[in-house]
């Protein structure tokens, strides 16, 4: 199974500031890369798909890239909005698989 | 709009069964694979299946290989799971969730339901 691992678990940071996510795949999974959003209660929000590409009706103040083993998530500058937990999900082989999650936390 | 909707849940024994349902709307069902991913409390995301449009291709995570059945009708438009051999550790929120294509190996699921819960507990 391919393992994900983000980092950092979480972080703290301000409206307005930069925040950014990593999520190293434990085998090149080329751009089979996907991030999701999730806010207390609710269901995953598929974010970036294809390692950059923005989901319909998502902010562009999110954005993505990496390819092979490393990736990227930035959210350009954080809303009050953008407060949740992010996970990166490789979509290369089965079985599907998470990273443990990054909570963005003011 | 797309929408998801999961019943089913509820508290059950270990080594109950259960069947869980996802009522799909606004997309045509037989167009797209569904998955049921799965949230221990306070944890991740756990894939547990997947199955493709027409109903002709599955898979399954290990840890329920053999206990968990996926299956969809598609006159219904309605995906299940049904659970077997159920115990504590498959306690859970159970979501279902819509791929972008038809097949199985498209693994990006770009719609949820609100997902139904599932305590196994005696």
């Known amino acids: 199974d391919i393992q994900m691992t983000q980092s950092p678990s979480s972080l703290s940071a301000s409206v307005g500031q930069r925040a950014t996510i990593t999520c190293r795949a434990s085998?090149?999974?080329?751009?089979?890369l996907n991030w999701y959003q999730q806010k207390p209660g609710k269901a995953p929000r598929l974010l970036i798909y294809?390692?950059?590409r923005l989901q319909s009706g998502v902010p562009s103040r999110f954005s993505g890239n990496g390819s092979g083993t490393d990736f990227i998530l930035t959210i350009s500058s954080l809303q009050p909005e953008d407060f949740a937990t992010y996970y990166c999900?490789?979509?290369?082989?089965?079985?599907?698989?998470f990273g443990q999650g990054t909570k963005v936390e003011i | 709009d797309v929408q998801l909707l999961e019943s089913g849940g509820g508290m059950v024994q270990p080594g109950g069964s259960l069947r869980l349902s996802c009522a799909a709307s606004?997309?045509?069902?037989?167009?797209?694979?569904m998955s049921w991913v799965r949230q221990a409390p306070g944890k991740g995301l756990e894939w547990v299946s997947s199955?493709?449009?027409?109903?002709?291709?599955?898979d399954y995570a290990d840890s329920v290989k053999g206990r968990f059945t996926i299956s969809r009708d598609s006159s219904k438009n309605t995906l299940y799971l049904q659970m077997n051999s159920l115990t504590a550790e498959d306690t859970a929120v159970y979501y279902c969730a819509k791929h972008t294509r038809s097949t199985v190996v498209t693994r990006t699921l770009d719609n949820w339901g609100q997902g139904t819960l599932v305590p196994v507990s005696s």
């Open positions: 999900q490789q979509s290369y082989n089965s079985p599907l698989t």
């Open positions: 199955i493709s449009g027409r109903g002709d291709d599955t």
């Open positions: 606004g997309f045509s069902f037989t167009t797209y694979a």
């Open positions: 085998q090149s999974i080329s751009t089979y």
């Open positions: 294809a390692a950059s």
